[in-house]
């Protein structure tokens, strides 16, 4: 049995001291990764949108698609490193993937922290949990399917409502406060207003002139409408992966009240090797979602090697193997059949 665990040391406490000399992040990796998936993502869509065959476009578009996904998830990273561990990431990943997506870093940065707030987490102040296995198998798969509309919400958000908000206060409060932030809990209400910092409305006037630029470009017919609409699919696919990710990420069994960390990482999922395709729909690391939450400082590049330490060392007894799910599809499928049952039992 490993020693600490024998001591009665908490599963955090154990944690870090198995992986604490891994918490520093890799500018060079970050850097790397980002580019070749934006490249990957822009070069893919060009591909599928100008390519006379099916098959060809097809596949150009599937990397696109998961390029897209690898690249947008970065958001997460952005949320937990400082600027000097990864200078200009910030600003390179805006350029390269948030505002021309319209889903800049502001609208992670300041909301997911609170996901990590042990006071809050599971609770009705966290922005990214609801009770889901407590919906209807028909509410569960609704919520799966809206993300398909994500990229039209994102383009009314950039085109239509944030330039009204600059002329209009009430709306622009409103935009702050409940329309600039990726989350799952619809209650959720933005309590930073007063911390709105200088580079967000920059990041909102970008999203805001690019969205203008690309509609004009199109009215015009510079910009052929099969780009726009072959983008929008590729963006809607890509955001409907990631929900699928989301409905695996935890078990979702918390009414409302307060967690113990044990608990709440037992609500968490790690879907670790030797399922290498969660790399493909939980990349950056969000496939070792349990152990981020024992660790949230701990970079995406080195989540592997921390589990690998951990599942090592930690004996079978150990609540952190109790974590770990097969795959996407296993868990999907265990989810919505906890849902039926208790629909079930609720009849």
Avoid at 162 to 181: D, E, Q
Avoid at 244 to 272: I, Y
Wanted: overall charge neutral; glycine content about 6%.
């Amino acid at each position: 049995m490993n020693k600490l665990a024998s001591e009665g040391v908490s599963l955090t406490k154990q944690a870090y001291a198995l992986a604490g000399d891994l918490m520093t992040p890799n500018a060079t990796i970050y850097w790397i990764d980002l580019v070749i998936s934006a490249a990957l993502m822009w070069g893919g869509f060009l591909v599928a949108a100008t390519t006379a065959s099916l098959a060809i476009g097809l596949v150009a578009g599937l990397v696109s698609v998961l390029a897209l996904y690898r690249a947008l998830s970065f958001i997460h990273e952005l949320t937990h490193i400082r600027d000097d561990e990864a200078p200009g990431f910030r600003v390179g990943w805006n350029v390269l993937v948030g505002v021309p997506l319209m889903t800049p870093s502001l609208m992670y940065e300041g909301v997911h922290n609170i996901h990590h707030i042990k006071d809050r987490f599971g609770t009705a102040l966290d922005p990214e949990y609801l009770p889901l296995s407590r919906f209807t198998p028909l509410k569960l798969a609704g919520f799966l399917f809206v993300a398909l509309l994500a990229p039209l919400g994102v383009v009314i958000r950039s085109a239509i409502l944030i330039p009204l908000s600059f002329g209009i206060p009430p709306l622009r409060r409103y935009l702050k406060t409940k329309l600039s932030a990726l989350i799952i809990n619809p209650d959720f209400v933005r309590e930073d207003l007063n911390r709105w910092r200088p580079e967000w409305v920059v990041q909102d006037v970008a999203c805001w002139l690019w969205s203008w630029a690309v509609i004009a470009a199109t009215v015009a017919g510079v910009l052929p409408v099969r780009f726009v609409l072959t983008g929008l699919a590729i963006f809607s696919v890509a955001t409907f992966v990631n929900q699928a990710r989301t409905l695996v990420a935890h078990h979702w069994d918390n009414d409302g009240g307060k967690m113990t960390l044990d608990e709440q990482f037992l609500d968490s999922v790690n879907v670790p090797p030797p399922n290498l395709a969660s790399e493909l729909w939980a990349p950056v690391g969000l496939r070792y979602h349990a152990l981020h939450h024992l660790l949230p400082r701990l970079p995406y590049h080195n989540l592997g090697k921390a589990h690998a330490r951990l599942a090592q060392a930690l004996g079978a007894d150990s609540i952190y193997h109790r974590a770990s799910e097969k795959g996407l599809f296993e868990a999907l499928t265990d989810l919505f059949v906890r849902v039926g049952r208790k629909k079930l039992a609720a009849e």
